[in-house]
């Protein structure tokens, strides 16, 4: 039978446009889930992915999903510091990244969108003072990829 309605298939990949991101986050969200510490602090551009794949969010590397600035208000809870999808506390200098970073153990996964869209003095600290974990991590394409950091992490064979 036939229909004229919409249907949705499951697939592991879609044929969307060239510049569309289709990031590997399975992968990264595995390997953190499977070596994290109860008290570990998750930091990521997608608060509403890191709820999903380990249930919980604790801080978001504040990016424009347009990559209009004018669009942020809207994903900020009003009154506060805090986004609206997973409450998440919002991260958008170094020195707010660097005092989370620097006490305590966690895990930073960070897309080739956000990682474009976010401070760029944050991505350069991230690359020089945490440790990459590239057996979680996947670059697919100038678009595609994520990459998991982490500082204090330790690694759970």
Request: hydrophobic fraction near 35%; aromatic fraction near 16%.
């Amino acid at each position: 039978v036939f229909s004229h309605d919409f249907i949705f298939i499951p697939k592991k990949e879609y044929k969307l446009e060239f510049s569309t991101p289709q990031q590997n986050f399975v992968k990264a969200y595995s390997f953190v889930k499977t070596n994290m510490g109860p008290n570990n602090i998750i930091i990521s551009g997608f608060p509403a992915v890191d709820i999903y794949y380990l249930g919980k969010s604790d801080y978001w590397l504040e990016i424009s999903l347009s990559g209009r600035k004018s669009n942020l208000a809207k994903y900020r809870i009003n009154g506060t510091n805090n986004e609206v999808y997973a409450n998440a506390t919002i991260i958008n200098d170094l020195d707010s990244f660097e005092k989370i970073t620097s006490s305590g153990r966690g895990w930073v996964i960070l897309d080739k969108l956000a990682a474009r869209r976010i401070n760029s003095n944050i991505t350069k600290f991230i690359a020089s003072n945490l440790t990459y974990y590239s057996e979680a991590s996947e670059d697919k394409d100038v678009w595609s990829g994520v990459k998991v950091y982490g500082w204090n992490s330790k690694i759970y064979k």
